[in-house]
């Protein structure tokens, strides 16, 4: 079989390529010991050095290892062609993207870097940005990251949004610093500060990037608590793109931050509009929370026990886990027969990871499924509990499992598609 591949590219070329490319991605996929794998790389080595001037079996070499998640000898072949074909860093970019979807950041970087270090050129500002976008994505998923890493893309966006001078291209270089200076080095002023420049007249951005721009404002100062100008910001966007989903994104997170100030009625009637928002992701963020309300103000008219727990989601948002805690566990002692019982494990099992405490998270997570596996929070648990065992654990059959169990029990699940990725990324399939 190899024999006949290795024929039809000598004497065909790229035409067959994508054939061949899909009988050997069966051959891969079936392969769990490994030696058909092996021995496709041994001959595509082979002929590589016997024909050094053919390139596709250098690029379909490189196939293979990304079809194996080898980013890393992915990375070294892709670097060698670059040299010898002078592609200015062409395929090692476009490598560096397949690994970043891939979740594969460290490979991800070297590849950025490499094109970086070439100097100012065609792929270099492209390859900047790129990389700070990339590692910007890791540590905001994170849940636990080093001051070094922190630092790293601190000083990475710093000196990109300065090489970009200023304008329509540094504008979300920019809306990225100001996040990671308010909500992770704790600077809101600074923040604010890098942003404030983008919203003058002068400075020419297209209308909806400005309105990002005002929208990272608006969540800044509602971390500072400046709830007064943070609404007015929202609504400021809000009405200024009525008919984009940035304005639907405002609408619901003006009508979250009246739902942390206690305004039920009206937070409610904002996110049942929003029901229906061309956004699916902000649909279901808004039924998410308009059930929530709902379900927690049928019996308690007065409202009490969720005022406190929209004080203690407030308080998340605000990055003060410990103060969030102390009135989760007052709600639960002041309220033992609360409908919030599952919320309230569910947010203590967030605060728990936040904070690192992996055995307590599962504790909650398991006691919320066990006790409430037919209410509306299960299948959020059981998504957090596979994360948590996939991400921070490093258990990857534990949170095989999971997913599966969660893609078995609750078909319907907004987390099905994101569920399924992730199963197919831990069983070892490739996403491009």
């Known amino acids: 079989m190899l024999d006949e591949y290795c024929e039809l590219i000598e004497t065909q070329g790229y035409n067959y390529l994508e054939q061949i490319e899909q009988s050997l991605q069966d051959l891969v996929a079936n392969d769990a010991g490994g030696e058909k794998t092996n021995a496709v790389r041994t001959r595509l080595v082979k002929e590589i050095q016997k024909n050094p001037d053919n390139q596709i079996f250098s690029d379909l070499l490189v196939w293979l290892f990304v079809q194996k998640k080898d980013f890393e000898s992915a990375l070294i072949q892709c670097k060698a062609i670059d040299k010898r074909m002078g592609e200015n860093g062409r395929r090692v970019l476009e490598l560096a993207r397949v690994a970043v979807s891939n979740e594969q950041f460290e490979t991800a970087r070297k590849a950025y870097q490499y094109v970086i270090d070439k100097g100012p050129g065609e792929m270099y500002f492209q390859a900047r940005k790129e990389l700070s976008v990339a590692l910007y994505r890791k540590l905001v998923s994170a849940v636990s990251y080093t001051p070094a890493e922190l630092e790293e893309l601190r000083s990475l966006l710093v000196k990109t949004h300065y090489e970009l001078g200023g304008g329509e291209a540094a504008a979300p270089v920019a809306i990225r610093l100001a996040h990671l200076m308010a909500f992770y080095v704790n600077k809101p002023d600074s923040a604010l500060a890098i942003l404030q420049p983008y919203t003058e007249p002068g400075a020419g951005l297209p209308l909806r990037l400005l309105n990002e721009v005002k929208l990272e404002i608006a969540d800044i100062q509602l971390l500072q608590g400046e709830i007064w100008e943070a609404t007015l910001t929202y609504s400021q966007v809000e009405k200024s793109m009525k008919n984009d989903t940035l304005g639907q ?19 409610k009637a904002q996110l049942d509009v929003l029901k229906a928002a061309t956004s699916k992701l902000i649909a279901n963020d808004a039924l998410e929370l ?66 690192g405490r992996y055995t307590d998270a599962i504790g909650f997570l398991e006691q919320l499924l066990t006790a409430y596996r037919t209410d509306i929070l299960a299948d959020n648990a059981l998504f957090l509990l596979a994360g948590l065992y996939e991400k921070q654990l490093k258990e990857p059959t534990k949170a ?31 996403v491009q």
């Open 290 to 355: 308009s059930l929530l309300i709902a379900d927690n103000t049928v019996y308690d008219t007065t409202g009490e026990g969720l005022r406190m727990f929209a004080r203690a989601d407030l308080l998340l948002y605000q990055n003060k886990p410990a103060l969030a805690l102390e009135t989760l566990d007052s709600l639960a002692r002041g309220l033992p027969e609360t409908t919030l019982a599952d919320d309230i494990l569910y947010r203590k099992a967030n605060i728990a990871i936040r904070q």
């Open 400 to 430: 095989m499992d999971l997913y599966k169990e969660l893609l078995t029990d609750f078909p319907g699940s907004l987390y099905v598609v994101e569920a399924r990725k992730r199963f197919r990324m831990l069983r070892g399939d490739t």
């Open 249 to 267: 994104e405002a609408k619901f997170r003006n009508a979250k931050l009246a739902y942390y100030k206690g305004e039920f009625d009206w937070a």
